[in-house]
């Protein structure tokens, strides 16, 4: 699935803790599973890394990527 670069990476940075990106790319069942593990504080850490992998993922002429 395509997503708009930078929206995916700024909901991975501010509320990947929840699993936002993970709903806002169509991956429901892992939305799910950040959510429920969000007092642990795994999937802030996660969704941290996963924005600044974001950053070095290139770009269709669009701004989408691919996750």
């Given at each position: 699935?395509?997503?708009?670069?930078?929206?995916y990476m700024l909901l991975a940075?501010?509320?990947?803790?929840?699993?936002?990106?993970?709903?806002?790319?169509?991956?429901?069942?892992?939305?799910?599973?950040?959510?429920?593990?969000?007092?642990?504080?795994?999937?802030?850490?996660?969704?941290?890394?996963?924005?600044?992998?974001?950053?070095?993922?290139?770009?269709?002429?669009?701004?989408?990527?691919?996750?």
């Open positions: 699935m395509k997503v708009n670069k930078i929206i940075f501010f509320l990947g803790g929840l699993g936002v990106h993970k709903f806002y790319s169509n991956k429901r069942k892992l939305g799910i599973l950040y959510f429920v593990f969000c007092w642990t504080g795994i999937p802030e850490i996660i969704g941290i890394v996963e924005a600044i992998l974001t950053v070095f993922k290139k770009s269709d002429s669009n701004g989408d990527i691919a996750v």
